[in-house]
């Protein structure tokens, strides 16, 4: 790796590149402490009036705790299914594994758009036999996020489970245990951080999910997201620009923490 | 459970994920593409519409126009990135890393919300060159198809990356040593062995920005303002604001057409390995 190092030229393109990343994300701040009704920049004063809405209008605190419950129950469904599948794979090695786990990917690959769509479909159907997991209800939204994360937490299941020593299976197998003390003993204690990272990114992608959201909400189930696209589409509410900073704020955060904690383990 | 034989236990592991998917996706797709042919009336007139209509066709050109520039600025800048943070010093890798992950995981109503901030008319780049009397009258940099591709092109270069990066890793180092030895210059081994060798990754790259590109909706729907519609913001407008349910199916049916011929491609060139 230290025979062919970057020259001047492809230190400044990178940079560049880098600069452009950060760049929108930088720029929320300025505009979130605008004293103005309007989406603009401060001109002398700064003011903190966008972050007091976030507190004292309730529909702000009423998405983020519903955006909240739709993430965990939306994490759950898919992580337990997700990990009882990749076991079935990792264990027993169907025939046609490979198409099965394409199969199971589908929601990840074809455009989100399409998603979107068939899962209105699904909801508005349910919705002629029961309203509570239907169009526009919460659980039904966690349904359909629980869809769409799915892949996901397979792809990393499948991944942690691939650097898991199949000889230890084996000796398990060979001492007579069954399939459940093999899945439940052995098997998940050996993924377990996986798993955790498996839920967290349902967890995240149900929490900023918005393209199927869209199609599956209206007025009842009014997600974070579900908010700050309203507050975007007409009028811009700079309130969007101080709930931005508040989210990137956390994600450098998080990232950090992992990042030291990786470190540390080595 | 002891008495399982492996089939069984096989298919009671496996069963309810694929059940679930079967009937809360597989079914209701197919229902989706039901109502292309039902809606308004039995036939395959919707995509004789798709074919004829002037408007469905204009988006549709605009959404392959828009991609096409979409894949190729945001490939070259994952390339320039990726080359940082495979190849720099551990400091580079470590800050280069920092600027691709955390745009990454936040939000892309987040991201293009930070476009509209810097490129609208009251935004930052607009307010500076006011004041510093380059421009008298706002840039129109937002609401337009410049702002779709700055806005999609920022979104999109963390998927260019990954690959990227992983062909850049897997890479023959002593071929690099030998170029070297035989006393190529920095810009000759880069054009004629590094950029060669990492072909599959980039045509990976290109093909995964493309494919996600094409069904996009939230960054056109933002930065566009409705006048840059893509095809995906159109399923929308077809299913909420000028009702056309079969059109929109049709359209739908269309897109996972292209998307899979797209994919099937991809697993031809590349092997599925190589992507991630």
């Known amino acids: 790796m230290t025979s062919y190092r970057p020259g001047p030229v492809a230190l400044v393109l990178g940079t560049l590149v880098a600069l452009f990343l950060l760049m929108p994300l930088l720029a929320v701040v300025p505009v979130s402490l605008t004293p103005s009704r309007m989406l603009s920049m401060p001109s002398g004063e700064l003011s903190l009036r966008h972050y007091r809405t976030l507190i004292e209008d309730p529909r702000w605190l009423q998405s983020i705790l519903l955006s909240l419950r739709i993430g965990i129950v939306s994490s759950l469904i898919s992580t337990v299914l997700a990990l009882t599948f990749s076991l079935g794979i990792w264990m027993f090695r169907p025939r046609f594994s490979a198409l099965l786990v394409g199969f199971v990917l589908l929601p990840m690959v074809v455009p989100p758009v399409v998603s979107a769509l068939t899962l209105y479909f699904l909801l508005t159907s349910i919705s002629s036999v029961s309203k509570a997991i239907g169009y526009d209800s919460w659980l039904g939204v966690a349904l359909a996020h629980s869809v769409m994360t799915v892949p996901f937490a397979v792809v990393l299941l499948l991944v942690s489970l691939s650097q898991v020593d199949r000889r230890i299976d084996l000796a398990a197998r060979g001492l007579g245990a069954s399939v459940w003390e093999r899945a439940t003993k052995v098997i998940i204690p050996n993924i377990r951080f996986g798993l955790l990272t498996a839920a967290l990114l349902s967890f995240v992608l149900s929490w900023e999910e918005i393209g199927v959201t869209l199609f599956i909400t209206s007025v009842d189930a009014i997600t974070l997201p579900r908010l700050m696209w309203m507050g975007l589409r007409d009028n811009i509410n700079p309130a969007v620009a101080a709930i931005s900073v508040v989210l990137i704020l956390a994600t450098v955060a998080v990232l950090t923490a992992r990042g030291l904690l990786t470190r540390s383990k080595g | ?276």
């Open chain 2, 1 to 276: 459970m002891q008495t399982l034989s492996n089939r069984t236990g096989a298919a009671l592991f496996l069963a309810p994920l694929l059940l679930f998917l079967s009937l809360a996706y597989v079914v209701p797709f197919l229902g989706v593409a039901g109502w292309s042919v039902t809606l308004p009336e039995p036939g395959i007139g919707q995509y004789s519409v798709l074919l004829s209509d002037p408007l469905v066709q204009s988006v549709f050109i605009r959404t392959f126009r828009i991609c096409a520039i979409v894949t190729l600025a945001s490939v070259t800048c994952a390339y320039a990135i990726a080359f940082l943070w495979v190849r720099g010093t551990p400091l580079q890798r470590r800050i280069t890393e920092f600027c691709i992950l955390v745009p990454f995981w936040i939000s892309v109503l987040t991201r293009a919300f930070g476009w509209v901030a810097l490129l609208s008319n009251r935004g930052l780049i607009n307010t500076w060159l006011q004041s510093l009397g380059f421009i008298s009258e706002p840039l129109a940099l937002v609401r337009n198809e410049f702002g779709v591709i700055v806005g999609m092109t920022h979104f999109l270069i963390p998927f260019a990356v990954f690959p990227l990066a992983s062909a850049m890793r897997n890479l023959d180092e002593r071929v690099l040593l030998a170029a070297r030895g035989l006393g190529a210059s920095r810009t000759r081994i880069f054009w004629t062995v590094f950029v060669p060798m990492t072909m599959s990754g980039i045509i990976g790259a290109a093909l995964i920005v493309f494919v996600f590109a094409l069904g996009f909706f939230v960054t056109p729907a933002i930065l566009g303002g409705g006048r840059s519609v893509m095809v995906a913001e159109l399923v929308y407008v077809r299913l909420f604001q000028s009702p056309d349910w079969g059109l929109a199916a049709a359209i739908s049916v269309v897109l996972v057409l292209i998307v899979g011929a797209l994919m099937a491609l991809l697993f031809r060139t590349l092997k599925p390995a190589q992507m991630v």
